[in-house]
């Protein structure tokens, strides 16, 4: 929206009156993890745990997103609606979701990745001739 519209017309914010926000909380696995098996994982412990985010009524439905297929990771977001005094602090909040994947993924042996690189050598043609002179 340009900035002459809000000085020039009316502008309506849809969320003055609603105190709850959808917010996305990143997190990776490793490649060979089932995906039925990070979503289940991720929403169950979610119910049993005592994070604060809304589950009523069902358009605030929370749900595990696969974003991406990393270099080293395959990469999802957990999509939670959040209400009341969470929306305050976003990056506590954020801070309190990660802490809670960090914690279900470790419970059930689902491996959080991390950037790995192989390195092939190859040798020289130099040294390759210098090898077949002194097997003759």
Known sequence: IPNSSFIQNNVINWTLENDIRR?????SVAYGTPNEKVEEVIIEELKLSNLNYVTKPAKYTTAVWMTSMGASSVDYELVVWVKGPSTLKPS?????????????LNKHHIQIPFPQLDLHVKETVQKQEDNDQKTM
Not at 23 to 27: G, N, Q, R, T
């Open 23 to 27: 917010i996305h909380i990143p997190f």
């Open 92 to 104: 506590g909040t954020k801070s309190d979701f990660l802490k809670f994947i960090y914690a279900a």
